[in-house]
């Protein structure tokens, strides 16, 4: 998930203007045309990022998948926090008594704000979508919260989140109905599972996670075990 005072520079005849509507700034971080300008805009956001959130959005995502992940993780377990951002999902799981958390984000600015939260033991600024620099089987159980959405990590993500985590571990995450059905998801989630990679746990139900901001914009979180 995105939004707050991004710098989202718009040029016209030499003429650069700073957008900084919540609303643009959504807008601007999803329409980043590369990972390396999605990362520059998530840095320059980092500092409101959490404040403008739940300002002007309720984002609740964090909650919802908190709520799903601690029922099919151990406390004891390697967790690895995919786009961790600033560290919402981090705090929340410390908070249940999760201790082995990794941070993994792209931007490095979300990142140093994650470290302020004092809930992960490291933190790497990787991308979705390209290969992960983390061993085969690295973790007992991965995480990812409003990361594989419009603009941001492909379906393809899901291949190295499958190989970085354990046989019999869990990858906990949400996504939105509509990117599932016509965003490559539907057929990355049978290509896993026809090829013995993982089995769905659960889906839960479409829910509304943004309601001040996006409110017919639905999520859920899907649970799936990995297999081999």
Known sequence: MSGGRCTCAKSHQGVTRAVAEPRNVVQCVYSSPDNEELAERYDQWAESYEDDLDRDFGWSGPLLAVEVFTKYVAKNARILDAGAGTGLVGTLLAD?????????????????????????????????????????????AVVSVGVLTVGHAPPSSLDELVRVTKPGGHIVYTLRPDLYEDGGFKEKHAELGANGMWELVVVSEPTQILPKGEPDVLHQVWVFAVTS
């Open 96 to 140: 249940q008594g999760y201790t082995d958390l990794v941070a993994m984000d792209l931007s490095a600015g979300m990142l140093e704000e994650a470290r302020k939260k004092s809930a992960y033991r490291e933190f790497h600024q990787m991308v979705m979508g390209e290969r992960l620099d983390f061993p085969t089987s690295s973790f007992d």
